[in-house]
């Protein structure tokens, strides 16, 4: 399936066949998350859509980067902003075990040019710097191969996609008082889907009712299943880790059977074969 299926496929509100998107990547030891080979290898494993996040670097240059500092990647005081492209190539890169690894960190440039014509990019951490990510994406001949995702009460990220139609936004919602802002940019805007944050099953953002309301209003719902931590709570707890080891009745079924559309996972292969081995999100009958 090409990234013209997959965008198609995210703009029918009436597919109702779940899509998996990768969070940074299928990476581990040495393969680096944000990185094009993780994207490649999530491909691989099932995704149609992979995670990324931008930072902007000394010289004006966009790094495929999530962290705010650079410590846990890099060992270093400091952030991307503080050095120049060049010198962060330069750099080392430490993996999950702390151990140097054979791969560096890649420019948003780098990656468009594995990815043109792959997948959907789906541009998370990136919201303070979207006028280069959007001139780049313009350079590459990519924006309709891009998908912005940002804070929906950010004012300064929502004024942006008014100004830019041309482009498609997946906002992500804490609070159900936002819902008309969501709406709002749904009428002046390209806005196929919307992210929610539920920690608990009680949320708001969580419940049938919004679920219903969404739907009336032919939009999609992104849900994490990431577990990151212990005290980071996504998909309202139904998570990877529950899915991973309980099975994924015990996790991703309720994200499913909830009506989520897109469940973002570390684990793209064994959600992927989960759904295949149910018939759960795939649109044939469960088995």
């Known amino acids: 399936m090409d990234w013209k299926e997959i965008r198609d496929r995210l703009c029918d509100s009436g597919d109702k066949r779940v899509m998996i998107a990768s969070h940074r990547g299928k990476f581990s030891s040495n393969v680096m998350e944000n990185t094009s080979l993780a994207f490649h290898l999530a491909l691989e494993e099932g995704a149609d859509m ?3 996040d931008l930072a902007m670097t000394r010289d004006g240059k966009l790094a495929a980067h999530h962290d705010d500092t650079m410590e846990r990647l890099f060992h270093v005081k400091g952030t991307i902003a503080d050095y120049s492209l060049n010198e962060l190539k330069e750099m080392e890169l430490y993996n999950y075990i702390g151990e140097v690894c054979e791969e560096k960190i890649e420019s948003f440039e780098d990656i468009l040019k594995e990815l043109k014509g792959r997948t959907l990019l789906v541009l998370d951490k ?3 710097c979207w006028d280069e990510v959007h001139r780049l994406l313009m350079e590459w001949d990519m924006v309709e191969q891009a998908v912005f995702k940002f804070y929906i009460e950010d004012d300064r990220a929502l004024s942006w996609a008014y100004r830019h139609p041309e482009c498609m936004f997946i906002p992500m919602l804490k609070d159900t008082a936002d819902l008309e802002r969501v709406f709002s940019l749904k009428s002046a805007s390209q806005l196929p889907a919307l992210e929610i944050l539920p920690k608990k099953i009680s949320d708001a953002v969580f419940q049938k009712e919004t679920f219903d309301l969404l739907d009336k209003n032919h939009i999609k719902v992104w849900c994490n299943s990431l577990s990151l931590g212990k005290r980071l709570v996504y998909g ?6 529950k899915s991973l080891r309980y099975g994924g009745d015990a996790g991703w079924r309720h994200l499913i059977e909830r009506g989520v559309g897109i469940i973002q996972t570390d684990w793209p292969y064994e959600l992927k074969r989960y759904m295949e081995r149910t018939g759960l999100g795939t649109g ?4």
């Open 126 to 128: 990136c919201w303070d």
């Open 236 to 241: 309202a707890g139904h998570d990877d880790l």
């Open 50 to 52: 992979v995670e990324m």
């Open 284 to 287: 044939e009958p469960e088995r």
